[in-house]
């Protein structure tokens, strides 16, 4: 977790004067936060206008209250980036005290340093224009590199969901179930993973080619044959990493691949190629609202903000 968090204000969470609000993104999501917390929702209404622009309207009273906003922002990232400064805007302007924004998936996050001369740091341009909507502190959720956060002109704190992705494969009796991460930067995820499935992790070697996009991976020193292996990853996007990953485990002998991922953005067939590539269950967390976001985030979200407050 960031250590730039700090409590501020423990009273406030008792219910009078904290609330969520619903950001269009991520109502579910934000229902069961207000709900495991015992605190009032706040609805937003919002409409896209016929020239691509957004609206939004608090549709509850935020005067003199700390409010926290629950809105992720996978695709269409930018537009629900902008609903959520609109929504910390409009907050803000109608007497909220403290915005905080529980930002899930962190659009852009992986846009964190010069790559190739003449790029962006998009993260940090996207955390400056938040801050200028009226943003106070942040909550996210296994943020692709934790050191983007030190890029926030405001606290932040960066959740794990890999616990809950573990439990759930245990809970479906895959105790002692190998734990891979797809590259070596991933391997604290395995890790993680490993400290309750006990059944060992390890990493691939992954290369990305930076201009085309195209994965390739190689194999590892570990040995997987006949066992159950589930990869875990932050994210999944196009299925690329996934895909070779399996295709590796299969050639080692591997008996059953599994994947999780906190982020399943699953871009276009990118569920069906992984299947295809021998894949039994893709399981990610409803950071990204769809079929495959089987695990909640909202114990973790609300366990969170219970624990830290927010000040
Ligand atoms: C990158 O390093 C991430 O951890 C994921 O491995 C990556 O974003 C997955 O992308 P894709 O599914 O397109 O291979």
């Known amino acids: ?20 609000i619903l950001g269009p993104a991520s109502v579910e999501l934000g229902a069961k936060v207000a709900q495991l917390l015992g605190i009032e929702a706040v609805s937003v209404y919002s409409k896209i206008f016929p020239d691509g622009e957004v609206y939004v309207r608090l549709e509850g009273a935020v005067d003199g209250d700390e409010v926290v906003v ?11 980036l902008i609903q959520l400064a609109l929504i910390a805007d409009a907050a803000k302007r109608h007497g909220a005290e403290k915005v905080t924004a529980v930002v899930p998936y962190l659009a852009y996050s992986r846009q964190d340093k010069v790559f190739l001369q003449g790029e962006a740091i998009s993260i940090e341009a996207i955390a400056r224009m938040l801050k200028a909507a009226g943003i106070d502190s942040l ?5 692709h590199q934790e050191k983007v956060l030190e890029r926030f002109p405001f606290p932040t704190l960066n959740l794990s969901a890999v616990p809950l992705l ?22 604290h995820i395995a890790e993680q993973a490993n400290r309750i499935l006990s059944g060992g992790c390890g990493y691939l070697e992954k290369h990305r080619d930076r201009y085309t996009g195209q994965v390739s991976v190689e194999r590892g020193t570990f040995d997987v044959a006949g066992r159950t292996v589930i990869i875990f990853d932050d994210i999944i996007s196009t299925g690329g990493t996934i895909v070779a990953a399996a295709r590796i485990l299969k050639e080692l002998g591997a008996e059953d ?18 299947m295809e590539a021998g894949v ?3 399981v990610g967390t409803d950071s990204i609202p ?8 909202a114990p973790l979200i609300s366990e969170a903000l219970k624990e830290y407050k927010i000040g």
Request: proline share 6%.
């Open 166 to 187: 573990a439990e759930h494969y245990k809970k479906r009796g895959l105790r002692g179930a190998f734990a891979l991460a797809p590259d070596k930067g991933a391997i």
């Open 280 to 282: 039994k269950e893709v």
């Open 139 to 143: 909550v996210t959720v296994n943020v």
């Open 290 to 297: 769809g079929p495959a976001g089987k695990v909640s985030l």
């Open 257 to 274: 691949v599994y994947a999780a991922c906190v982020h399943p953005l699953l871009v276009g067939d990118a569920e069906k190629r992984i």
């Open 1 to 20: 977790m960031n250590s730039t968090w700090r409590l501020e204000n423990p009273a406030k969470l008792d219910g009078d004067l904290m609330k969520i």
């Open 70 to 80: 629950v809105q992720t922002t996978n695709y269409p990232q930018d537009t629900k």
